[in-house]
């Protein structure tokens, strides 16, 4: 079989689409060739040997090697030098590359095929012996450090005793008889630690070095690098042998990197460092400062050192003309390395270059300005999940960072204020003009007031789905969660951080995006939402199918949505609007009155609350179509918790305490999440769907009138498993709705639906949809019915079975496509069966998720629906999914 590729000489027998075969590296090393630039002559070994290699004991197959031999023969004549030959010897470099880039992951070793004979002849032919006992003295400390396992520091001790002893302070002062000095050094080391001598046949020091390659793939770093990254060990690496070309060739030689456009700010100028009289890493192994490529950039960081322009024109004119090429024929900005033998430009690789999300946005548009991509091509470049980078203030990256301690970057963004530890604190400086950091142990519903009063959340205790997570995701407030490095001392009003003690009224800043929480204010960049990414934004929404709306509950919510291009809302979610202010007060009457009477007069008193609210949300929707669900949560979660609790809000409604707390117990459940909530409240109590039915008609009417747009109210009745339980609400809702028409003298037109989100219902869409005008996947809670999982209580383990594989991807994060999905396609297919205009959508935190929103348009659902913030990434992720 094929186990190597070779290329050189403008000409090579893979190309840049053989990524997975050849590796990155090997696949542009070919194109590069083909497109005859100057490349090193070499050849690839293809990734699936690394598989062979680990499955035959670390060997390498027998008909690789005459391979590789045959393909150094073609080097030999390319290069008019000789593997082994002590006259004309030819050197190698034995370069890894997986299909990804992992930079620096894994081992690379240069000038092999150096020894005790090959130096020599490598001095006379270069007429420079300092050059080839500095190439020896390198090819012993790799190939010491990478195959024969000798911690590079030992190399660097002895190199750094013999510079002071010889009173030298840089590399390059040491002459040829030193470097030949430190050479006798080094290989006296290696004897002595392992009991056998350097190996001097360039044939063992190649397979040494391609198998070192090979086990490289499997190194510590390379192991955590994959599993962040999510790249599949079985993929391999492939390894390059490649002619070596000298930067370390006097002062007419360089090595440098290169981006073909700035990666920070995607600003269209060349852009790198380089260095005069060195080899491969030395640029970026901080031993000598580079200089700039360019002059402009030399000026620009007011360096004295020459750019490469100046030093070199000729190369540099080359180099110019080549990045050029490369960026027109990948049609992308190119990262590169290159090495100047004696004025000789050679090209080492190519890719494409990592950036900023900036960066990439500013590239995107150019290139559709330059006409070198189309519109579709420049949305699909984005990654929609970077874009969290630029709806929130970020950290200035040029400041230093006094970090106290670090938990979950559960709500992107920065943020900076005092500290204080309650929600009516956090209220009471807003009111005051003052910002603050809300500092939990942990949040409840009871705080939402206080969170959204904050200008960002720290919590001590709790993972990515806490209910500080969530909430703080949803109103776009930067959130650091779990922060289980730091303690709050409530009784004192603490905060204890590494080795810090804060105040209330200290100022702190979090960032949401990394999960630090650092000392006192820090300098932030403000989002930027014109230019470049509004102009992606308008292509992403020529290219989608699926609308995207928000979840809101709140105007301010609502508001931030439709600033950012939301459709209209998924889902307003009823009972956050009963924590706000007094309005706590009414709703636990309400609760706690013990007959339908009671309830009836605490109703009334809610009714134009809820109905100013919906105005205000129909309005700023303007005629878009606005999702209410009805009351969904237990009860229980609007009372007080805590002995504490119960007799403060007993005296403050001037009610006996002991009776509180028996309603308390009484109302108590085993299991809340399954027990009495959703539509079954409505069914027990209709007069609360009646009231919150009143509010939603009254209000369709009130903002028709004042704004003369339609509204059209989409009514969702939560947690349905039975036709018949939706048959029920329904009925409520339909009355009030002729109550509410005849009064007003006006017709509304209204839809009553149903969020799916228990199995049986998915399963039953069919009967369902009979009754059903919409359905709105709502993915959270189907995912904790569907596997059984409480949401609340997830993060205890799900961790662990992310760590032994047991699954890959949180499944309340990313979209359980399988099970979940399975369900969404049924419920779907079965829904349009009886109503094939049915409108469909999803409205878990899902909605907001890339690759969820991708799923969501091959089950050909009508919109997502996601936090306000998350509405851009929403629209660029559809825009993908659809392209
Ligand atoms: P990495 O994947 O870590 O970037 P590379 O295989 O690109 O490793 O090698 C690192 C450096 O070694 C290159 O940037 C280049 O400077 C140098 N190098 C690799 N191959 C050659 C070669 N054939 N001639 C000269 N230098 C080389
Ligand atoms: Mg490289
Ligand atoms: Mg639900």
């Given at each position: 079989r094929k186990w190597v590729y070779t290329f050189g000489n403008g000409a090579a027998e893979g190309s840049a689409g053989d990524r997975d075969l050849l590796g990155g590296k090997g696949a542009n090393l070919a194109e590069m060739a083909s497109l005859g630039l100057p490349v090193p002559p070499g050849l690839t070994i293809v990734t699936d040997a690394c598989a062979w290699y680990y499955k035959n004991g670390r060997s390498l197959p027998d008909d690789l090697k005459v391979q590789v031999l045959e393909g150094i023969k073609g080097m030999e004549h390319a290069t008019g030098r000789g593997f082994g030959d002590t006259a004309q010897p030819l050197l190698l470099s034995v370069r890894s590359g997986a299909r990804t880039s992992m930079p620096g992951m894994m081992d690379t070793v240069l000038n092999l095929g150096l020894n005790d004979l090959t130096v020599e002849a490598l001095a006379h032919n270069a007429g420079d012996a300092r050059f080839a006992w500095d190439s020896y003295r390198r090819f012993i400390q790799m190939y010491g450090d990478v195959v024969m396992g000798i911690d590079h520091e030992v190399f660097e001790e002895i190199l750094e005793d013999e510079k002071s002893r010889f009173g030298h302070e840089l590399d390059t002062d040491?002459?040829?008889?030193?470097?030949?000095?430190?050479?006798?050094?080094?290989?006296?080391?290696?004897?002595?630690?392992?009991?056998?001598?350097?190996?001097?046949?360039?044939?063992?020091?190649?397979?040494?070095?391609?198998?070192?390659?090979?086990?490289?793939?499997?190194?510590?770093?390379?192991?955590?690098?994959?599993?962040?990254?999510?790249?599949?060990?079985?993929?391999?690496?492939?390894?390059?042998?490649?002619?070596?070309?000298?930067?370390?060739?006097?002062?007419?030689?360089?090595?440098?990197?290169?981006?073909?456009?700035?990666?920070?700010?995607?600003?269209?100028?060349?852009?790198?460092?380089?260095?005069?009289?060195?080899?491969?890493?030395?640029?970026?192994?901080?031993?000598r400062t580079p200089q700039s490529i360019t002059e402009v950039a030399r000026i620009d960081s007011g360096s004295d050192k020459p750019s490469l322009e100046k030093v070199m024109p000729e190369a540099f004119a080359e180099f110019g003309r080549i990045c050029d090429r490369l960026e027109a024929h990948y049609r992308d900005m190119q990262d590169l390395e290159f090495t100047i033998e004696r004025g000789k430009l050679w090209m080492l690789q190519a890719r494409s270059g990592k950036r900023t999300t900036k960066a990439a946005m500013k590239i995107a548009v150019d290139m559709v300005a330059e006409g070198v991509i189309g519109e579709e091509e420049a949305v699909l470049r984005i990654d929609p999940a970077s874009l969290d980078q630029l709806l929130h203030p970020t950290i200035d990256p040029r400041v230093e960072r006094h970090v106290i301690g670090s938990g979950l970057p559960a709500s992107p963004g920065a943020a900076t204020g005092a500290i204080v530890f309650t929600a009516?604190?956090?209220?009471?400086?807003?009111?005051?003009?003052?910002?603050?950091?809300?500092?939990?142990?942990?949040?409840?519903?009871?705080?939402?007031?206080?969170?959204?009063?904050?200008?960002?959340?720290?919590?001590?205790?709790g993972g990515m789905t806490s209910h500080a997570a969530v909430v703080a995701r949803g109103m776009g407030i930067p959130c650091v969660a779990g922060a289980g490095t730091m303690r709050v001392d409530l009784r004192n009003e603490l905060l204890i951080g590494m080795?810090?003690?804060?105040?209330?009224?200290?100022?702190?800043?979090?960032?949401?995006?990394?999960?630090?929480?650092?000392?006192g204010e820090v300098?932030?960049?403000?989002?930027?939402?014109?230019?470049?990414?509004?102009?992606?934004?308008?292509?992403?929404?020529?290219?989608?199918?699926?609308?995207?709306?928000?979840?809101?509950?709140?105007?301010?919510?609502?508001?931030?949505?439709?600033?950012?291009?939301?459709?209209?809302?998924?889902?307003?979610?009823?009972?956050?609007?009963?924590?706000?202010?007094?309005?706590?007060h009414v709703m636990r009457e309400m609760i706690l009155a013990e007959d339908e009477a009671g309830r009836r007069t605490a109703l009334d008193k809610l009714l134009p609350m809820q109905r100013s609210d919906f105005t205000e949300l129909f309005?700023?929707?303007?005629?878009?179509?606005?999702?209410i669900r009805l009351l969904d949560p237990p009860l229980h979660e609007f009372l007080p918790k805590t002995e504490e609790e119960i007799a403060e809000v007993a005296?403050?409604?001037?009610?006996?305490?002991?009776?509180?707390?028996?309603?308390?117990?009484?109302?108590?459940?085993?299991n809340p999440m399954l027990g009495h909530r959703g539509c079954r409240l409505a069914i027990s109590y209709p007069e609360i769907a009646e009231m919150q039915a009143r509010a939603i008609f009254e209000a369709a009417v009130a903002a028709a009138r004042e704004t003369g747009a339609a509204v059209v109210p989409e009514i969702m009745v939560p947690l349905v498993g039975l036709r018949a339980e939706l048959d029920y609400v329904k009925g409520v809702i339909d009355r009030v709705a002729r109550d509410v028409m005849t009064e007003a003298k006006l017709e509304i037109s209204y839809l009553v639906g149903t969020m799916i989100e228990l199995p049986r219902a998915a399963l039953r869409a069919h009967v369902i949809a009979e009754a059903a005008e919409f359905f709105s996947f709502g993915t959270n809670d189907l995912t904790q019915t569907t596997f059984g999982i409480s949401r609340d209580d997830a993060s205890a383990f799900i961790p662990t079975y992310q760590r032994k594989g047991i699954i890959e991807h949180d499944p309340f994060i990313s979209l359980d496509f399988d099970g979940v999905g399975?369900?969404?396609?049924?419920?779907?297919?079965?829904?349009?069966?009886?109503?094939?205009?049915?409108?469909?959508?999803?409205?878990?935190?899902?909605?907001?998720?890339?690759?969820s929103i991708h799923f969501c348009e091959s089950a050909n659902l009508d919109y997502v629906s996601c936090s306000p913030f998350r509405v851009p990434i929403a629209r660029l992720s559809a825009a993908q999914a659809a392209i």
């Open positions: 040491l002459s040829a008889v030193e470097w030949q000095h430190v050479t006798g050094l080094y290989k006296e080391m290696i004897e002595e630690a392992l009991g056998e001598p350097f190996p001097q046949d360039p044939h063992v020091q190649l397979w040494g070095a391609i198998g070192a390659v090979f086990a490289s793939w499997n190194n510590p770093r390379a192991v955590t690098y994959r599993h962040l990254h999510s790249i599949p060990a079985e993929w391999g690496t492939a390894v390059t042998v490649q002619a070596m070309v000298f930067g370390n060739l006097g002062s007419s030689s360089a090595t440098g990197v290169a981006f073909t456009r700035n990666p920070s700010t995607g600003e269209k100028a060349l852009y790198g460092e380089f260095l005069v009289n060195a080899q491969g890493e030395d640029v970026v192994a901080g031993i009516e604190e956090a209220v009471v400086a807003e009111e005051e003009g003052r910002k603050v950091i809300l500092v939990r142990v942990e949040t409840s519903p009871e705080d939402i007031h206080g969170m959204h009063a904050a200008e960002g959340i720290l919590t001590t205790r080795g810090v003690t804060l105040k209330k009224g200290d100022v702190i800043t979090i960032d949401g995006s990394s999960g630090q929480v650092l000392k300098p932030m960049l403000q989002p930027e939402l014109s230019g470049d990414f509004a102009k992606l934004m308008e292509w992403a929404d020529k290219a989608r199918r699926m609308t995207v709306r928000t979840n809101a509950d709140t105007p301010v919510d609502a508001r931030a949505a439709r600033s950012f291009g939301a459709e209209g809302i998924g889902l307003c979610r009823t009972e956050h609007m009963f924590f706000e202010g007094d309005r706590i309005s700023i929707m303007h005629g878009l179509p606005v999702t005296a403050a409604m001037g009610m006996d305490a002991t009776f509180l707390s028996q309603r308390v117990d009484a109302l108590h459940e085993f399975e369900l969404i396609r049924i419920a779907a297919e079965r829904g349009r069966q009886t109503r094939p205009d049915m409108k469909l959508g999803i409205c878990g935190e899902h909605g907001g998720d890339p690759a």
